[in-house]
């Protein structure tokens, strides 16, 4: 059974920082694409940063030079470090995990964890 379980997210006041984890099992992790996702009631997702399966870092324009994704195969958990966080980056936020397993694309979702930024 393949789950990822969030964590980390929680109420922060403007300019402070977060950081989200998100534990992954019953995948081989170190061989999937990875990303953050994140969610505002009434829009659609959205692309935060991933890292590609050819190790290559892409950050949404919103939070480059601020978010910082990282993974540690060893632990199977990905993180995104939030700094000087913004009421505008308040959503729900969600760990992707997508790879290829038997021939098969497997695409896979945390549960979400809610991040609240204060002004």
């Known amino acids: 059974q393949v789950q990822l379980v969030e964590s980390g997210g929680g109420l922060v006041q403007a300019g402070g920082s977060l950081r989200l984890s998100c534990a992954a099992s019953?995948?081989?992790?170190?061989?999937?694409?990875i990303g953050w996702y994140r969610q505002t009631p009434g829009k659609q997702r959205e692309l935060v940063a991933e890292?590609?399966?050819?190790?290559?870092?892409n950050y949404a324009d919103s939070v480059k030079g601020r978010f910082t994704i990282s993974r540690d195969n060893a632990k199977n958990t990905m993180y995104l470090q939030m700094n000087s966080l913004k009421p505008e980056d308040t959503a729900v936020y969600y760990c992707?995990?997508?790879?290829?397993?038997?021939?098969?694309?497997?695409?896979?979702w945390g549960q979400g964890t809610q991040v609240t930024v204060s002004s």
């Open positions: 019953g995948i081989i992790f170190s061989s999937y694409r």
């Open positions: 890292i590609t399966s050819g190790g290559n870092l």
């Open positions: 992707n995990a997508r790879g290829w397993f038997r021939g098969w694309l497997q695409n896979y």
